[in-house]
C-alpha cells in the first residue's frame, strides 16, 4: 500500500510543468540553508524571473478541463537533459 500510495504521488508530481517542479525542487534546496526570509525573497525572484505564463496559464485551463497538461520539457544543457 505505501509503494502504491508513493507511485501515485510521482505521477501526480511528473503530470506537472517540469520548470515548476525543477523550481520547487531548488526552492526546497535553498531553504534547506536559508532562513524563512530570505528564501521568501529567493522564491519571488526566481518566480519573477523564471515561470513561463503560457505554462500557468496551461496549468489552469487543463485543470478546469480535467485534462493532463501539455508542458514544455526542460531545455537541453550541453549534451545533457536538465534533471527535474
Request: charged share 20%; proline share 2%; with cysteine.
Given at each position: 500500500a505505501l509503494l502504491a500510495g508513493v507511485m501515485e504521488v510521482a505521477?501526480?508530481?511528473?503530470?506537472?510543468?517540469?520548470?515548476?517542479?525543477?523550481?520547487?525542487?531548488?526552492?526546497?534546496?535553498?531553504?534547506?540553508?536559508?532562513?524563512?526570509?530570505?528564501?521568501?525573497?529567493?522564491?519571488?525572484?526566481?518566480?519573477?524571473s523564471m515561470l513561463n505564463k503560457s505554462e500557468a496559464l496551461e496549468a489552469?485551463?487543463?485543470k478546469s478541463e480535467k485534462r493532463a497538461g501539455n508542458f514544455a520539457d526542460l531545455p537541453a544543457i550541453g549534451d545533457k537533459v536538465q534533471a527535474v
Open positions: 505521477r501526480e508530481i511528473a503530470s506537472k510543468s517540469p520548470l515548476t517542479v525543477y523550481g520547487c525542487k531548488k526552492m526546497i534546496t535553498y531553504a534547506r540553508d536559508h532562513s524563512t526570509a530570505d528564501t521568501l525573497d529567493y522564491a519571488v525572484v526566481w518566480n519573477m489552469v485551463v487543463s
